[in-house]
Nanobody, 124 residues
Framework: QVQVVESGGGLVQAGGSLRLSCVASVRAFIIYPVAWFRQAPGKEREFVAAVSRNGGDTLYADSVKGRFTISKSYANTVYLQMNGLRPEDTAVYYC??????????????????WGQGTQVTVSN
């Protein structure tokens, strides 16, 4: 069973930055399409960002475009750099990977492996 683990969450003031990391227990993870989703209290889980198999294509939710950056590293890690954080970004952030696809999309059903999430809290 593939395990996906997120880290890097925490408490930050509005306007600050955090970098989330996502690693998996298989080397093939680096060639999977990977996405970040988030779920705020009382809300449904929503798409944040996705990156393609080769890391060359990215997709962002309108709410984070221009502030967040998703990227892959050769260290088998996917990052989500979050700048200009706002209180409305407060949520549990989940990393998800697709073992078969090429391009990352916003559809949760595409992804086969999910992490347990990391909490991001942005204060005023």
């Amino acid at each position: 069973q593939v395990q996906v683990v997120e880290s890097g969450g925490g408490l930050v003031q509005a306007g600050g930055s955090l970098r989330l990391s996502c690693v998996a227990s298989v080397r093939a993870f680096i060639i999977y399409p990977v996405a970040w989703f988030r779920q705020a209290p009382g809300k449904e889980r929503e798409f944040v960002a996705a990156v393609s198999r080769n890391g060359g294509d990215t997709l962002y939710a309108d709410s984070v475009k221009g502030r967040f950056t998703i990227s892959k590293s050769y260290a088998n890690t996917v990052y989500l750099q979050m700048n200009g954080l706002r209180p409305e970004d407060t949520a549990v952030y989940y990393c998800a990977a697709d073992r078969d696809g090429y391009r990352g999309t916003s559809s949760q059903s595409q992804y086969d492996y999910w992490g347990q999430g990391t909490q991001v809290t942005v204060s005023n």
